[in-house]
């Protein structure tokens, strides 16, 4: 954890990453993002196995809007900033960029749902929605 409840999350990126160019492949960045918001979790205590196990629930994204401005490449050292934006009684809003030195490449703007593992919605536990509260950044 950082700065004023931003989570930054280091990675590299490796040639199973890119395509024939050596620039990372659209869709790879949903997956950076999605091991960047697991990592936030957690550093928040908040395991997805034990949200599974114990409370029946899973977070899934309902809404993702990307903003592709520039292209990461091979061996490019990047940092997916995650903050959580808003907390509701059953989603959470996240803000989610991508950067690689001083270059913002990939902004996301994200919805998570609270589900049940059914898959009907399903509001978020008090303990959960306090912890988030917490960190949440306007």
């Known amino acids: 954890m950082s700065e004023a409840g931003t989570h930054r999350f280091a990675m590299r990126v490796y040639y199973e990453d890119t395509d024939a160019g050596g620039i990372v492949y659209y869709a790879n960045y949903l997956r950076f993002a999605e091991r960047a918001r697991t ?23 309902r809404r993702c809007n990307v903003d592709y401005r520039r292209p990461a490449r091979l061996d490019d050292e990047l940092i997916v900033e995650t903050r959580v934006v808003h907390v509701g009684g059953a989603s959470l809003e996240l803000r989610q960029v991508v950067t690689c030195g001083n270059d913002e490449l990939v902004a996301m703007d994200l919805k998570l749902g609270c589900m049940s593992l059914d898959g009907a919605a399903a509001r978020l536990p008090a303990t959960l929605r306090q912890t988030l509260n917490e960190h949440t950044q306007a």
Not at 46 to 61: H, K
């Open 39 to 61: 990592e936030m979790l957690r550093g928040h205590g908040i395991e997805s196995s034990d949200l599974m196990a114990n409370e029946g629930i899973a977070l899934a994204v």
